[in-house]
């Protein structure tokens, strides 16, 4: 929202990160927010596949309506038009063992190789603006269970990039647009 002025993004981008935080239902932690961006983490055993999907789910459709009580409440600024157009959700889902979750003052940094490969997985090629990217890593966890690809609102799509130092990393996603029709 660098275009937008500052007092607008200061309210809208606060609004919405309190929101996706506060529509956790399956006991994520907060790592840290940065910018317009919130890391979550969770340790000890995996939520069934179905429950990380539909918390996914809730944090988009959290998110919009909280967009768009901010675009009524901004009826007269002309720039509240715009605000829909510049924002999106985009939720990347990893899992990884190379991860050390560090004390610092009251908030827990999560360091090592995993957090790195999580943070690169948002540059990655998917051809749309929001969605629910699912590591291999995560999906691989899963894999005596029965993963549903078709949701109803969206389905699964396998997927790879390709990423200096790091190497080929396969991942899936699922569009979230759907969920606005």
């Given at each position: 929202?660098?275009?937008?002025?500052?007092?607008?993004?200061?309210?809208?981008?606060?609004?919405?990160?309190?929101?996706?935080?506060?529509?956790?239902?399956?006991?994520?932690?907060?790592?840290?927010?940065?910018?317009?961006?919130?890391?979550?983490y969770?340790s000890?055993?995996?939520p069934?596949?179905?429950e990380?999907?539909?918390q996914c789910?809730?944090f988009?459709e959290?998110f919009?309506?909280?967009?768009?009580?901010?675009?009524?409440?901004h009826?007269?600024?002309?720039?509240?038009?715009?605000?829909?157009?510049?924002?999106?959700?985009?939720?990347?889902?990893?899992?990884?063992?190379?991860?050390?979750?560090?004390?610092?003052?009251?908030?827990?940094?999560?360091?090592?190789?995993d957090?790195?490969?999580?943070?690169?997985?948002?540059?990655?090629?998917?051809?749309?603006?929001e969605?629910?990217?699912?590591s291999?890593?995560?999906?691989?966890?899963?894999k005596?269970?029965?993963i549903e690809?078709?949701?109803?609102?969206?389905?699964?799509?396998?997927?790879?990039?390709?990423?200096?130092?790091?190497?080929?990393?396969?991942?899936s996603?699922?569009?979230?647009?759907?969920?606005?029709?």
């Open positions: 929202m660098s275009s937008t002025n500052i007092e607008l993004s200061a309210e809208v981008i606060p609004a919405l990160l309190n929101k996706v935080i506060y529509a956790n239902q399956i006991g994520l932690k907060v790592s840290e927010i940065e910018g317009d961006a919130v890391l979550f969770k000890g055993d995996l069934p596949f179905k990380l999907v539909d789910r809730r988009y959290e919009y309506a909280q967009l768009d009580l901010l675009h009524k409440k009826k007269g600024n002309e720039e509240r038009d715009h605000i829909p157009e510049m924002l999106g959700l985009k939720i990347v889902l990893h899992y990884g063992k190379q991860i050390s979750a560090v004390p610092i003052g009251k908030n827990i940094k999560l360091m090592g190789e957090v790195i490969v999580a943070h690169r997985l948002l540059k990655n090629s998917i051809p749309i603006d969605y629910i990217l699912l291999e890593d995560l999906l691989s966890e899963y005596d269970h029965v690809r078709n949701f109803g609102w969206g389905e699964l799509h396998d997927h790879e990039t390709e990423y200096k130092h790091i190497g080929e990393i396969n991942y996603y699922i569009n979230l647009k759907p969920l606005l029709s």
